[in-house]
Structure formats: structure tokens, C-alpha cells
């Protein structure tokens, strides 16, 4: 049985900066790529970041390129959210996801197994 648990978030003001974790279990972490996505009240889920099984590549979404950074310790089976300049904006629940394939994707289609999120508030 496969599970993502996610972990770190909480409230922060505006500037400040929070590290959200994701740990997994069930299947070989390293044969998969990992993604974060997030969904604020009222919205779609959107994507964050996304992970290359190695680590050696990592995408973001525009709204958070130069802030968020991703990354991962395959001996840990955990992947990270490090999130710096904070906005208000960026208040939602986060959710870390494996992908399906091992190219970069943005859709949710392309992962499978979901953590059950972490809520993120940033106050302004």
C-alpha cells in the first residue's frame, strides 16, 4: 500500500519562510518522480514543483519560480517544499504526489498517488 504523508505546514506571515516534507512508503522512491501541487479555497488544484527521480531536474511554476525550491533524499524516501518570500497568495492546502511517468508533467492526471495535504497560511 503506497502513502505520502505530508508535513510543515502551519501559519507564517508574509516574508517569512516554511519547509514542508513528504515522506513515502510503499513502493521504490526513487523509481518515481515527485510533484507538489496546491489548492486554495474555492480553486483548482494547481502544481508547485515538480522532481526527476534522481533529483538532477526540477520544475516550478511561474508564480513561485526564484522562491520555492524542491528537492529530495531517496535514502530518506522524502521529498521537500522549501518556501521562502511567502504571500499571501501562496496560503492553500499542499499536496505532494508520485508521478506516473518519469517526464515532467503539471497535471494532476500524470500523478497517482496523492498525500492527504498540508494547510498553509500566510498572513499579510
Known amino acids: 500500500q503506497v502513502q505520502l504523508v505530508e508535513s510543515g505546514g502551519g501559519l507564517v506571515q508574509a516574508g517569512g519562510s516554511l519547509r514542508l516534507s513528504c515522506g513515502t512508503s510503499?513502493?521504490?522512491?526513487?523509481?518515481?518522480?515527485m510533484g507538489w501541487f496546491r489548492q486554495a479555497p474555492g480553486k483548482e488544484r494547481e502544481f508547485v514543483a515538480h522532481?526527476?527521480?534522481?533529483?538532477?531536474?526540477?520544475y516550478y511554476a511561474d508564480s513561485v519560480k526564484g522562491r520555492f525550491i524542491i528537492s529530495r533524499d531517496n535514502a530518506k524516501n522524502t521529498v521537500y517544499l522549501q518556501m521562502n518570500s511567502l504571500k499571501p497568495e501562496d496560503t492553500a492546502v499542499y499536496y505532494c504526489?508520485?508521478?506516473?511517468?518519469?517526464?515532467?508533467?503539471?497535471?494532476?492526471?500524470?500523478?497517482?498517488?496523492w498525500g492527504q495535504g498540508t494547510q498553509v497560511t500566510v498572513s499579510s
Open positions: 522532481i526527476s527521480r534522481s533529483g538532477g531536474s526540477t
Open positions: 504526489a508520485t508521478g506516473r511517468r518519469s517526464s515532467y508533467s503539471i497535471l494532476s492526471r500524470d500523478y497517482d498517488y
Open positions: 510503499g513502493r521504490t522512491f526513487s523509481n518515481y518522480a
